[in-house]
């Protein structure tokens, strides 16, 4: 197993907790989510006999914590959660290469360039749905389409653009037509976040 499959979470005794009365994320399910990551970090192996992990680095950025009091702070367990996708990202690379060939990864990576591609090349103004209520708040189109021409630069090679920088965007909020719809949007930031680790 390479070192970047190592490269996994500290233990969950070095992230530092909330002050008592403040918020945090539940101590207990971070720990069992963590620990999930390592075991399919150790499951990637050449020795996996090809199977495919039970957690994947896109199930990474959709998991929820509950708020509880004296909890893990939420900076540093953001922070563990960058790291454990991009592990995952790179051993699942690593794992298509190595039982399917790297033509099956080329292809891979195609489909995701092909998806974003698609969006980011519509027009101003134009690449995502408006909020469904007119009243509705959204995410500032203008700063939306900021974001997507920077990812288009990195695709054609011609700026760097790295997955942490979409996984921190902050996206002013908006209404009617200055706005577009947040859950959209997430989501294609969730695919642009996966090309992005797929091209490393």
Do not use: K, N
């Not at 070095?14 to 971070?30: S, T």
């Not at 390592?38 to 499951?43: K, R």
């Not at 203008?142 to 288009?152: F, I, S």
Request: neutral net charge; hydrophobic residues 40%.
């Amino acid at each position: 197993m390479s070192a970047e499959h190592r490269a996994a979470p500290p233990a969950a005794a070095r992230i530092p907790r909330c002050a008592r009365g403040a918020r945090g994320y539940d101590v207990g399910q971070v720990d069992a989510f963590l620990g999930a990551v390592q075991e399919a970090l150790d499951g990637a192996g050449p020795g996996s006999g090809g199977r495919p992990a039970a957690l994947l680095s896109t199930h990474v950025r959709s998991v929820l914590f509950t708020a509880v009091r004296g909890g893990y702070r939420p900076e540093a367990v953001d922070e563990l959660l960058d790291a454990a996708e991009d592990a995952l990202a790179a051993a699942e690379r690593e794992q298509v290469l190595r039982t399917r060939g790297p033509a099956a990864w080329q292809e891979h990576v195609d489909a995701l360039t092909e998806v974003v591609r698609g969006r980011i090349e519509r027009p101003r103004t134009q690449r995502f749905r408006r909020p469904s209520r007119s009243r509705a708040q959204g995410y500032s189109a203008a700063h939306v389409d900021v974001l997507c021409e920077r990812l288009g630069a990195r695709l054609a090679g011609s700026a760097p653009l790295e997955p942490a920088e979409l996984r921190g965007a902050v996206l002013p909020p908006a209404h009617g037509e200055r706005s577009y719809e947040e859950q959209q949007v997430d989501a294609f930031l969730d695919r642009a976040v996966q090309l992005l680790l797929a091209l490393r």
